[in-house]
């Protein structure tokens, strides 16, 4: 026997119905209407149910939540949802008109279990109230589905009142699915106009995801993908996670074909899982009931594929596949369009590439240009001195022999001598500079090629308090070089070196092979205790022309650098870790290749140049 409270009669009835219905306008959500009429009901002393009926079988839309009810309804209603037994198996759901009540609710109970071949457990059922009124529940005039209110007090006389009850509940719940349905409109309607004014740079991964949970939420669905097309494949392929699948159905999709003569790929298709035309045992395996499938197109073209499931058996409508499209056309030309803009981005960057390059290769060549033009110029000028030149040597020569000068005279011709001396150097050192190089690598030993600079480089400048020492592995090999090249390149090194040394030091030159990417490569180090170079010095120092000193005609280092660029090495420079002087190193490749040493390089045409 249940022990519920005592129940109202009469105006207190209707009083306290009436607060409840009150309370129940208030709601806006059916979940929330259907909650708030429980709790009133219950107060009142009631159990209740709340069932809602459409073609295909009943749901139970709300249940006092009391251990009897919900343990008798787990036995024969496994989800809320259940199919609709033969006409009249449950005399509860009714569709009459008018409100009955129902004295023997026990029998009504143990007869439909039976029905549904079940045993009730009796200890449950005597604990359900015997009485019951089922009052019809009407929305837009049409039968909606039915409250049950159960109570072992209750009367005839009562059902008048709860048919008003009823009434008002049923307008509730009308309202309450218009307001549904504007809600859902305007969500769609939101993501509608997110989509469409998010600009391709949004995180278009994230968009869609938010997009997706909106389309699963306004189309009841429990889960969703979305696949965008991938043109170049022809395959579809998963944009970001799926939404609410859990098992191995997202893994085995992820990325998928289909065939462009199967209508899948044409027309959406609404469909229980069941009779899925692929996939079917993956679907129901997640525990889904209904699919709908939607395809995806801009002008005719595909651009992608919308998957909706639900795991209540509740079928899906035109009206849902109406929605998937709209919103899923907008996800996918959203993808689309942030598609577009990284490969313009590509583009763009493919042709800034290009761009830099030319506009290099273009300062290249003209400061080749530049090059060969000085070139000319000083090979000329250098052809033209060297013969006024000879003749000042030897009018020097006789005028000192006739006059045998002392005094200021003689200082004055020492001078002349001098200067002139000065100036066959700068005109050797040019004409080293422009000559055109014919670069013969053969396979040399490198010691005696630095011994032998050494030497030159003693006898031309280094003062005694300069030391040079060399240092060399137990073995080098022999290495493809131009001998009389590289001791030129290493002179100029190593008189630099003794030169940035005013008060004397040491210059040490050491040669290795050091691997370079795997390949070894002969290396050469000239390191001085000098004075180090000041930043502008090594910023310009492979220039023609760029000296800090007195007497430089800043031609030594641009040399070097011809040189070693014609045997396919570098050259670099960089203060010693002590902070005291300079290391060159020059490194040249194991190959016979070579550049072309000629300071000239070939004449662009014309076109081009007026271009
Ligand atoms: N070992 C070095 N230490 C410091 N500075 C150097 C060294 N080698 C070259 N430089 C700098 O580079 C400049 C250019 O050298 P180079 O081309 O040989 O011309 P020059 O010796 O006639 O000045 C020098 O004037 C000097 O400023
Ligand atoms: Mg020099």
Not at 59 to 77: C, F, N
Not at 217 to 246: I, K, P
Not at 407 to 436: H, K, Q
Not at 547 to 564: E, H, N, P, Y
Request: net charge negative; proline share 6%.
């Amino acid at each position: 026997m249940s022990t519920s409270k005592a129940l109202l009669h009469g105006d207190g009835l209707l009083r306290a119905l009436t607060e409840t219905a009150l309370e129940v306008q208030r709601a806006r959500f059916l979940t929330e209407l259907v909650t708030a009429a429980g709790q009133g009901l219950e107060k009142m002393g009631f159990e209740l149910a709340v069932i809602s009926m459409d073609e295909a079988g009943y749901w139970i839309r709300y249940l006092t939540p009391k251990p009897h009810l919900l343990a008798l309804k787990a036995q024969v209603v496994p989800g809320d949802r259940q199919e609709l037994g033969p006409e009249g198996e449950f005399r509860l759901v009714t569709a009459d008109e008018e409100p009955v009540l129902l004295t023997s609710l026990h029998d009504a109970l143990r007869a439909y279990h039976h029905l549904n071949g079940h045993e009730p457990v009796e200890a449950l059922v005597q604990q359900v109230p015997n009485t019951c009124a089922v009052a019809p529940l009407h929305v837009r005039r049409s039968h909606w589905g039915a409250l049950v209110l159960m109570h072992d007090e209750l009367k005839e006389e009562d059902l008048a009142i709860i048919r008003l009850f009823a009434l008002q509940l049923g307008s509730a719940i009308e309202v309450s699915e218009g307001f549904e349905q504007l809600e859902r409109r305007r969500a769609e309607l939101d993501l509608v106009h997110e989509l469409a004014i998010s600009g391709p740079r949004a995180d278009s991964r994230a968009l869609c995801r938010r997009a997706l949970e909106t389309v699963c939420r306004t189309s009841d669905s429990d889960a969703g993908m979305l696949h965008r097309f991938d043109v170049d494949s022809g395959d579809y392929v998963l944009v970001g996670d799926a939404f609410g699948y859990q098992g191995r159905l997202v893994d085995e999709y992820r990325r998928f074909r289909i065939d462009p003569e199967n209508p899948l790929a044409r027309s959406p298709l609404a469909v229980a899982a069941k009779d899925l035309p692929y996939g079917a045992d993956l679907v129901r395996g997640e525990g889904l009931l209904h699919m709908a499938v939607v395809p995806l197109a801009i002008e005719g073209k595909p651009v992608g594929l919308l998957s909706l499931a639900r795991t209540r058996d509740v079928p899906y409508g035109d009206h849902d596949i109406r929605s998937a499209e709209i919103l899923g056309v907008q996800m996918a030309s959203q993808l689309e369009r942030a598609r577009l803009y990284d490969e313009a981005n590509r583009l763009y960057g493919d042709l800034k590439t290009s761009y830099d390059a030319l506009a290099r290769t273009q300062q290249e060549l003209v400061r080749h240009e530049r090059l060969a033009a000085l070139g000319e110029l000083a090979a000329v000028m250098a052809h033209e001195v060297r013969n006024p030149l000879g003749v000042i040597f030897n009018s020097l020569t006789t005028l000192k022999r006739l006059l045998r000068p002392t005094g200021d005279s003689e200082m004055l011709l020492n001078m002349v001598g001098e200067e002139a001396d000065r100036l066959n150097r700068i005109v050797g050192d040019l004409l080293d500079f422009v000559r055109p190089y014919e670069l013969v690598k053969k396979p040399m030993a490198v010691e005696p090629i630095i011994a032998s600079a050494v030497d030159a480089a003693a006898q031309s400048t280094l003062h005694s308090s300069v030391r040079v020492l060399t240092e060399f592995p137990r073995e080098l090999p022999a290495f493809p070089l131009d001998a009389h090249l590289l001791k030129q390149a290493l002179v100029n090194l190593i008189v630099n070196a003794a030169q940035a040394m005013p008060r004397g030091g040491t210059v040490t030159v050491r040669a290795t092979v050091e691997p370079v990417a795997g390949v070894p490569w002969l290396t050469v180090r000239v390191q001085d205790e000098g004075v180090g170079l000041t930043p502008r010095a090594a910023e310009k120092m492979f220039q023609p022309f760029f000296t800090t000193k007195a007497t430089g005609t800043g031609l030594g280092l641009a040399v070097v650098k011809r040189i070693v660029d014609a045997h396919l090495g570098e050259v670099t420079a960089r203060a010693n870790p002590n902070g005291e002087g300079t290391t060159f190193t020059v490194r040249f490749p194991p190959t016979t290749e070579t550049r072309s040493g000629a300071l000239t390089p070939p004449r662009p045409s014309p076109a081009f140049r007026n271009g």
